[in-house]
């Protein structure tokens, strides 16, 4: 069964510290891994990996895939207030499905 | 990027009634819809692959007499909670994947709470 497991389940730090959210997957024929943050509505697009070992980069988060471990990370630095969401990881394989993990929730105090 | 709408985004109904939420692609065309749904604190659940033309694929322990889904068009697909009780509140989200997207990635709708009474 496909299967995407994230940790931890939540966070708490402070504004400045850099955090890195894991993502575990297990699913027939990947295709893509996904991130995604969510706040207090519906999920907005971060990142989309395809291929092991090429970061990707927006700004102050950063993510990298590694399909032999499968495992993927979510890097995000210098973290601020606005950064307080959930971060959801999702992975596709052979079907048009998207498998979201539980999401870690973090929360960045001032 | 894409933008895709959901109406109403919030919704509070009376145990036996049927609501009906419409999804919908404002820029683009979308032959395939999904709806989800999310608990507090949970993750997404995928319900039901929409298929513009064609029946929708329900997941596994998803009613489809319960939850309807409609794909009249290729911008909008409807889902209609049926004989809504109190365990259906929850909040529903409809993503549309849009084929000439750079990542080809899925767009989600802003969703809508629904609370039955």
């Known amino acids: 069964e496909d299967k995407v497991v994230q940790s931890p389940l939540s966070l708490v730090v402070h504004e400045g510290d850099t955090v890195t959210l894991n993502c575990s997957y297990e699913v027939t024929n990947f295709r893509s891994l996904l991130w995604y943050k969510q706040e207090k509505k519906a999920p907005t697009f971060l990142f989309m990996l395809?291929?092991?070992?090429i970061e990707k980069k927006s700004g102050r988060l950063s993510s990298i895939l590694d399909k032999k471990e499968l495992f993927s990370i979510l890097n995000i630095t210098a973290t601020q207030t606005g950064d307080s969401a959930i971060y959801l990881c999702a992975v596709e394989g052979n079907t048009d499905k998207l498998i979201f993990g539980t999401g870690t929730r973090l929360q960045v105090f001032p | 990027g894409a933008v895709v709408s959901q109406h109403p985004s919030r919704v509070i109904c009376k145990s036996g009634t049927s609501v009906k939420i419409e999804c919908r692609s404002l820029d683009f065309q979308a032959t395939t819809m999904f709806w989800y749904r999310q608990f507090p604190k949970k993750s997404l659940m995928l319900m039901a692959t929409s298929n513009e033309g064609s029946k929708a694929t329900y997941e596994q322990g998803v009613e489809k007499d319960k939850f309807l889904i409609n794909h009249a068009s290729l911008t909008l697909s409807t889902l209609t909670v049926t004989s809504a009780h109190p365990e259906d509140s929850s909040f529903y989200i409809c993503?549309?994947?849009?084929?000439?997207?750079?990542?080809?990635?899925?767009?989600f709708g802003p969703g809508t709470r629904l609370t039955v009474l």
């Open positions: 395809t291929s092991s070992g």
């Open positions: 993503s549309a994947r849009d084929p000439s997207g750079a990542y080809n990635e899925q767009f």
